[in-house]
């Protein structure tokens, strides 16, 4: 159980355009959805948090108008990089958080966004 | 303020060889989670063991073992008869009372045929 897959598992687009990334929970309900950035050779930096039916919490530095999050539904949050850039290359991570079950965090295997 | 050091960047033993992954952590909180996951050249994150404050018994599962001690706010990771296959970046996390994940910077590990 407590599987969270992501669409597309990479994506390569012009730079100027948007892409749409998938985050869904398979198997439970997701009271919350993070968005994560990795760079390569670094760690994990959060970007989001985002709670069903409300208003993502950004981190200090990120854009909110550059990464639009939406988390729809108890089972998928999406996160849009608008305009994307060849600096927004990066490897995207979500992770959905259960309801109960010690609040942990499953993680999605990630979104390697390459910008021409 | 809330922080996890993983101090080796790098490391790199042959195989067969024991290998220990350090992370020390600092917190302000009573009560807080350490984890361990693997990331493989993938890119997908494997979760390797979740250990709660007040938990400090050492564990062991198959060749991984893992020492926590609060005394000296250390949760180390060691890898015994180490294989080709255990190659993968290993990051230590802190949970925090807002149930965020605190990183480590991650430490690669390579095992060398």
């Known amino acids: 159980g407590a599987v969270v897959s992501q669409h597309p598992s990479w994506v390569i687009c012009k730079s100027g355009t948007s892409v749409k990334i998938e985050c869904r929970s398979l198997d439970f309900q997701a009271t919350t959805m993070f968005w994560y950035r990795q760079f390569p050779k670094q760690s994990l930096m959060l970007m989001a948090t985002?709670?069903?039916?409300?208003?993502?919490?950004?981190e200090q530095g990120v854009e909110k108008d550059k990464f639009l999050i939406n988390h729809a539904s108890l089972t998928l949050s999406t996160l849009t990089v608008t305009s994307a850039h060849p600096e927004d290359s990066s490897f995207y991570i979500c992770?959905?958080?259960?309801?109960?079950?010690?609040?942990?965090?499953?993680f999605g295997p990630g979104t390697r966004l390459t910008v021409l | 303020a809330q922080k996890v050091t993983q101090a080796q960047t790098e490391i790199s033993v042959v195989e067969k060889e024991d290998v220990t992954l350090d992370c020390v952590y600092e917190?302000?909180?009573?009560?807080?989670?350490l984890f361990w996951y693997k990331q493989p050249p993938s890119g997908e994150l494997v979760f390797l063991i979740r250990r709660n404050s007040f938990d400090e018994q050492n564990e062991i599962s198959g060749r991984y073992s893992w020492n926590f001690q609060k005394s000296t706010s250390s949760f180390n990771f060691t890898i015994t008869a180490s294989q080709v296959v255990d190659s993968a970046v290993y990051f230590c996390a802190l949970r925090d009372s807002n149930y965020q994940l605190i990183w480590g910077a991650g430490t690669k590990l390579i095992i060398k045929p």
């Open positions: 917190t302000r909180d009573t009560t807080y989670y």
């Open positions: 985002s709670n069903e039916g409300s208003k993502a919490t950004y």
């Open positions: 992770s959905a958080r259960t309801r109960g079950s010690n609040n942990e965090q499953f």
